[in-house]
């Protein structure tokens, strides 16, 4: 049995550092992304047991891709492999003051985007102690939202756990749509995570963070809510309390994928039984992601182990 699974479109990222312009590249750094192999990976390299159902073009890009993934240890054995078709990518180029990094997506159409769920592997995606899904792959295209939404039902009728980022992308869809489709996917999940940005955006939460946190877990009715704040950290309800855990100190080089690896914090420390420690395991990860470049963090687990161990904190219990 699998310790994590997830369903999600992989891309490739190309980007030129701060002080160069795309529009002047001579050539560019290539790395794998996609929110949900970079959780997978994260975890993986955590020592969980980790599977990812995909859709990839059977092309030298789709293998690059693929090589990342299994250099973590993810299992690829729910992967669809596509004679035909694209892989998504995007661009990025970094920058400082004044100018703000710019982003380029070029992903539609692609192999992802058809995956539907007569093609998914139920015996690998639903063989295991949770299944995570994001707001992400909802977005991508009809065919994708039906295969989410037949996911969350199946994985309910399993009886296998559900974990939820709502992952608000304003270049896919607009926050109106994005909240329509997914307030019933959100419902009961076992672990949802959320910006606090996106709980305002989408569902019209107002007021102190902890009020805002106590409005999701109202919305959604989740076992736990993970609601992050960017510089300020982590806040999250534990089913009976709400808990915050500060961010952890770094030196940003890279910011893409620094959500990511938090909810795979989050996650490995709920694998194991202590939902509290994850949260510092997941700001450890966050701050690691924004130290390293590339979307899928690099990590060993005796370095997080001591990272973590030294978080000199209290509780972090909101009265």
């Given at each position: 049995m699998f310790d994590f699974t997830t369903v999600g479109e992989i891309m490739l990222r190309f980007s030129v550092p701060a002080g160069e312009r795309l529009e002047a590249a001579g050539q560019m750094d290539v790395y794998p992304a996609?929110?949900?192999?970079?959780?997978?990976?994260?975890l993986a390299r955590l020592g969980r047991h980790c599977g990812l159902v995909a859709g990839l073009p059977d092309n030298p890009l789709g293998r690059l891709a693929a090589g990342h993934l299994r250099g973590a240890g993810v299992d690829l054995s729910g992967v669809v492999w596509s004679p035909t078709g694209r892989m998504g990518t995007y661009f990025v180029e970094f920058a400082h003051p004044p100018r703000s990094i710019q982003v380029v997506y070029d992903r539609a159409d692609?192999?992802?985007?058809h995956l539907s769920a007569d093609q998914i592997n139920w015996d690998v995606l639903?063989?295991?102690?949770?299944?995570?899904?994001?707001?992400?792959?909802?977005?991508?295209?009809?065919?994708?939202?039906?295969?989410?939404?037949?996911?969350?039902?199946r994985a309910r009728r399993a009886g296998?756990?559900?974990?939820?980022?709502v992952n608000y992308r304003s270049k896919l869809w607009t926050a109106e749509a994005a909240a329509t489709v997914l307030r019933p996917l959100i419902q009961e999940v076992d672990i949802l995570f959320c910006k606090?940005?996106?709980?305002?955006?989408?569902?019209?939460?107002?007021?102190?963070a902890a009020v805002i946190i106590q409005q999701l877990v109202d919305l959604s009715r989740a076992q736990r809510v993970v609601m992050t704040r960017g510089d300020q950290g982590v806040m999250a309800w534990d089913?009976?309390?709400?808990?915050s855990e500060a961010a952890a100190p770094t030196v940003m080089v890279d910011r893409l994928g620094a959500g990511d690896a938090l909810a795979a914090g989050v996650l490995h420390g709920w694998l194991g039984g202590d939902f509290r420690r994850g949260l510092r395991y997941g700001v450890v990860l966050a701050a690691l992601a924004l130290s390293q470049y590339g979307d899928m963090l690099i990590t060993t687990t005796a370095e997080v182990e001591s990272l973590v161990n030294n978080l000199h904190r209290g509780e972090g219990i909101v009265r």
């Open positions: 996609g929110a949900e192999g970079n959780v997978a990976t994260a692609s192999v992802a985007a639903l063989n295991s102690r949770v299944v995570h899904l994001t707001g992400i792959t909802a977005a991508l295209s009809e065919s994708c939202l039906k295969l989410v939404q037949t996911i969350v039902e296998v756990a559900l974990s939820f980022d606090q940005g996106d709980a305002e955006k989408l569902f019209g939460c107002t007021g102190e089913g009976g309390q709400i808990l």
